[in-house]
């Protein structure tokens, strides 16, 4: 189990993530209250965070929302998954649902 108190934020490597982080945190803390920790990145590859509670469907939605409202284009919304894209980018956003142990979300890009 991944405790959300005792997770160290790491560093963000690379301009494409530290760009998809800048666009992506605002929304996820008006979500999630501003309790979100960036847990694990890859330079160009993915974007890893960890939130105190467990993620629902109900997030997904609102997040979506959120971007809808940015303007961006949904692709595909189902259960655990969100596909957002704009000129130049696809975002696979995967959020861990029937994870009961920790809320996790993974953005592959």
Same mark, same amino acid.
Do not use: C
């Given at each position: 189990?991944?405790?959300?108190?005792? %997770? @160290? !934020? *790491? $560093?963000?490597?690379?301009?494409?993530?530290q760009?998809?982080?800048?666009?992506?945190? &605002? +929304? +996820?803390?008006?979500?999630?209250?501003? @309790? *979100?920790?960036?847990?694990?990145?890859?330079?160009?590859?993915?974007?890893?965070? #960890?939130? &105190?509670?467990?993620? %629902?469907?109900?997030?997904? !939605?609102?997040? /979506?929302?959120?971007?809808?409202?940015?303007?961006d284009?949904?692709? !595909? $919304? $189902?259960?655990?998954?969100?596909?957002? $894209?704009? #000129?130049? @980018? %696809?975002?696979?956003? %995967?959020?861990f649902? /029937?994870?009961?142990?920790?809320?996790?979300?993974?953005?592959?890009?």
């Amino acid at each position: 189990m991944i405790n959300y108190e005792n %997770t @160290q !934020e *790491v $560093s963000i490597d690379g301009e494409k993530n530290q760009a998809i982080h800048g666009e992506l945190l &605002p +929304l +996820l803390n008006q979500v999630y209250n501003n @309790q *979100v920790k960036l847990k694990d990145n890859m330079k160009s590859m993915w974007l890893t965070y #960890i939130f &105190p509670r467990l993620v %629902t469907r109900a997030d997904v !939605e609102a997040i /979506q929302k959120k971007y809808e409202e940015l303007g961006d284009k949904i692709d !595909e $919304s $189902s259960g655990s998954d969100l596909w957002v $894209s704009k #000129i130049g @980018q %696809t975002l696979h956003l %995967t959020f861990f649902i /029937q994870n009961f142990m920790v809320g996790k979300l993974e953005v592959l890009f």
